[in-house]
């Protein structure tokens, strides 16, 4: 154990006091592995994160409870929703009106707003005091009583408001005793479960990998230098651990780095939203046993893929020594990764439920685990193979194949993170987008703009004029060419159920070509009801009416669903309102279809507007609309902020790699300037060096990553599609990320060319 702490003391003192390359070597490999700590520890706070908005969403849930459905108290609160939309995003809202003295008050109020007060999120009062909220303040004109604490809010980007209403009826509202009423847990389908774990693995393996990438910054200086020690006369286990102490000092560095990087981003974490998630700070706390994970898996990860890579050290030191060119690469093994993953994966495809329990999860991990870590092992290879047979072309393009013919290896361990993460992201936008219809409701848009609206009536009056109140609402706002609206009823006879639609003659026409109507007639879909004309039915829970005797059977040509919700919905009973007089109409549903004038601009925002004013709880969906359940919009949202989170480690990981690449050839790249060489070619030959590994590892993505994401598909059992689009564009991405690192490091570059690099120790 002594020789143990002498040797790894001296590996630390030769990092510490080796001379200023040495300390550069240190600081650089210090700063990529505290990037990479950094988001480890990001990512394990996410079961933190998860836990506390799920606790702030629990404790807001607002479900009526069995007690209180019975009658009004003194304890009880009816509420009702008013979740809208402004300009893609969404926003939460309820609508409240206390019954007694000691109703519940929503976490985060001190008190309830009093009819016409107005609690909003800090979000949300911020956006209504900018410009761009100026339409939003005309759908929520009320004073501002005060706003909604932390721990009323799932996250603080959240646009959030309680309004106080004395209009509330009981029909179209739902009566509380409490916040928090009791919820069951929402467990993830089989699909979505496997999808997390892939999403988990997809966004850590590109991290783990560059973390191993930065304990090889100045691989090559620190390989010569042992290899000196070895022919001095150390012998292997000697320069194992002298290794091992000096890539110590850099990773226990990092470690403290990551975690100060760590807590600068934690502190930031209320300022940053992506796709609609934001976390409190107080969120962003990483659970103990996956710190400790980190804190120890870190510095032991440095020590192994340092001694992983001592090979030529102990082997062929004088080779290293006199820089000769290194052995070729072994394929073998290399392929041994990814064929293993894919061993691993096969027995899961078309294993269903069975891929989410806890084995078929750990199972399903390791597959792809070995399959993108196969990626980072066979792209040095693949660049070493190809830029052998390269050659000839102009000045920058033989410099930079030269260099890689001499050692690509640096270069491609910078480009494996993008390779690894690229796969990765292919994978899964492939996986996601073959399973979206099982997981998507809406409509695609077609044709001109429309928009459908829906209001339910809680029998208070509150919607008197029906559908022409409606309609003629809706055709006075700004950018709508056109409305119709209709009146929905349910008509029970037996045990079946029929839809009965009332509206004028000019609207039933423009849906269903009637022929002759007037006030008074009816009409029955042919083929889509079992009604006759004369026939008796209950109206809403007890009101009886017969349909007219003389009701006319009409033929329906067709859906429309271009062309809005009134025209593409068959309800199989028309009616005009004079085939309903003398009836005691039962609360009803209202429905319009909006024709909108895409060149008004915020023509959406201006009928929602004019809906919110006869009824806030009202929803208007447009058609483009694209509703996801919720378990997978927030997997499809962490997996969108995941890997842009990954994308800027990358880059920046890149960054400092490049730089220190540069630092290491600073002497050759000073020599070709003083030999006349253009500074724009020796600035081209740098790009070439990372251009052709990057087209090389994206090809090997592009690849790995369908391959991976059909095999995922087959798995959860969806038919097997490639989203093209999506491969080209994250494809692009990584290439993006490439291209502008390369120019970052061009100041740096200018630099090296100096006279002063000319120097020599």
């Given at each position: 154990m002594r020789a143990w702490?002498?040797?790894l003391a001296i590996g630390a003192r030769l990092a510490r006091s080796g001379g200023r390359g040495s300390l550069t070597r240190v600081a650089l490999t210090a700063v990529g592995v505290a990037l990479g700590v950094a988001l480890l520890l990001v990512a394990a706070s996410v079961p933190r994160m998860i836990d506390g908005r799920d606790a702030r969403d629990a404790a807001r849930a607002?479900?009526?409870?069995?007690?209180?459905?019975?009658?009004?108290?003194?304890?009880?609160?009816?509420?009702?929703?008013?979740?809208?939309e402004f300009r893609d995003r969404d926003l939460r809202g309820r609508l409240l009106r206390a019954e007694g003295a000691q109703a519940p008050i929503p976490p985060g109020l001190d008190r309830l707003p009093r009819p016409g007060e107005l609690f909003v999120s800090p979000a949300l009062a911020t956006l209504l005091r900018s410009k761009e909220g100026a339409l939003l303040r005309e759908r929520l004109p009320h004073p501002i009583a005060g706003t909604i604490g932390d721990e009323g809010l799932a996250g603080p980007a959240e646009l959030a408001f309680y309004l106080g209403s004395d209009a509330l009826a009981d029909a179209g509202a739902r009566r509380i005793d409490r916040f928090g009423a009791d919820v069951e847990p929402e467990g993830l389908d089989p699909v979505l479960q496997a999808l997390a774990v892939v999403v988990l693995t997809a966004l850590l393996v590109p991290v783990a990998v560059f973390i191993?990438?930065?304990?090889?910054?100045?691989?090559?200086a620190r390989d010569r230098r042992l290899a000196a020690l070895r022919l001095l006369g150390a012998d292997m286990r000697m320069t194992r651990r002298i290794a091992a102490g000096e890539a110590l000092v850099a990773a226990l560095l990092g470690l403290l780095l990551g975690g100060l990087l760590f807590l600068l981003v934690r502190g930031l974490a209320r300022d940053v939203t992506l796709w609609d998630l934001s976390v409190f700070p107080a969120d962003v706390t990483p659970s103990v046993p996956l710190a400790a994970a980190v804190a120890l898996g870190v510095p032991a990860a440095a020590v192994l893929v340092t001694l992983v890579a001592l090979r030529g050290v102990t082997v062929e030191p004088l080779g290293l020594v006199r820089r000769a060119a290194p052995r070729r690469r072994r394929l073998w093994w290399r392929l041994a990764l990814p064929a293993a993953?894919?061993?691993?994966?096969l027995?899961?495809?078309?294993?269903?439920?069975?891929?989410?329990?806890?084995?078929?999860?750990?199972?399903?991990?390791a597959g792809v685990v070995l399959v993108l870590v196969g990626i980072a092992a066979l792209l040095p290879w693949l660049v070493e193979a190809v830029v052998r047979r390269l050659g000839g072309g102009g000045v920058a393009w033989q410099l930079a194949t030269r260099r890689l013919q001499l050692d690509s290896g640096a270069s491609a361990r910078v480009v494996s993170g993008i390779a690894v993460a690229v796969a990765g992201a292919i994978a899964l936008q492939t996986t996601f987008s073959g399973v979206e219809g099982d997981y998507v409701t809406g409509r695609e848009a077609s044709g001109d703009a429309v928009a459908d609206v829906w209001l339910a009536d809680d029998g208070g009056g509150r919607l008197g004029g029906g559908a022409e109140r409606l309609a003629a609402a809706l055709r006075e706002s700004a950018g709508v060419r056109g409305a119709l609206a209709v009146e929905q009823l349910e008509a029970s006879h037996g045990t079946a159920s029929e839809i009965v639609r009332v509206a004028d003659c000019a609207t039933l026409q423009a849906v269903v070509p009637v022929g002759r109507c007037a006030d008074g007639d009816a009409f029955l879909l042919d083929g889509m009801t079992s009604l006759r004309p004369g026939a008796r039915v209950r109206l809403g829970d007890a009101v009886a009416w017969t349909v007219p005797r003389d009701a006319r059977v009409?033929?329906?040509?067709?859906?429309?669903?271009?062309?809005?919700a009134v025209r593409s919905i068959p309800d199989p009973v028309l009616a005009t309102p004079g085939a309903l007089a003398g009836v005691a109409v039962p609360p009803r549903t209202l429905l319009a279809s909006v024709t909108l004038d895409e060149t008004t601009p915020d023509a959406i925002e201006h009928v929602r507007n004019a809906v919110a004013r006869l009824d806030p709880t009202a929803d208007v969906f447009t058609m483009g609309d694209r509703s996801y359940r919720r378990q997978y919009a927030t997997l499809r949202r962490a997996l969108f902020a995941g890997a842009v989170a990954v994308l800027a480690l990358i880059g920046a990981s890149m960054l400092v790699g490049g730089l220190e690449q540069l630092r290491e050839?600073?002497?050759?790249?000073?020599?070709?300037?003083?030999?006349?060489?253009p500074q724009s070619a020796i600035a081209r030959s740098i790009l070439w060096q990372?251009?052709?590994?990057v087209a090389l590892g994206l090809a090997l993505s592009v690849l790995a990553g369908a391959g991976l994401g059909a095999a995922l598909l087959r798995m959860v059992g969806a038919p097997v599609s490639l989203d093209l689009g999506s491969i080209a564009g994250l494809t692009a991405a990584g290439a993006a990320v490439v291209l502008l690192v390369t120019a970052a490091s061009l100041p740096a570059l200018r630099r090296t060319m100096r006279p002063e690099g000319l120097r020599t120790e």
């Open positions: 702490a002498r040797e607002d479900a009526a409870s069995k007690e209180a459905r019975q009658r009004a108290g003194d304890r009880t609160l009816l509420v009702a929703d008013a979740n809208w191993a990438a930065a304990v090889r910054f100045g691989g090559e993953g894919a061993l691993l994966l027995p899961l495809v078309g294993a269903g439920d069975a891929a989410s329990g806890s084995g078929g999860e750990a199972q399903l991990a009409v033929d329906f040509p067709g859906t429309e669903p271009a062309q809005g050839r600073r002497r050759p790249l000073a020599v070709l300037a003083a030999f006349g060489t990372t251009a052709i590994p």
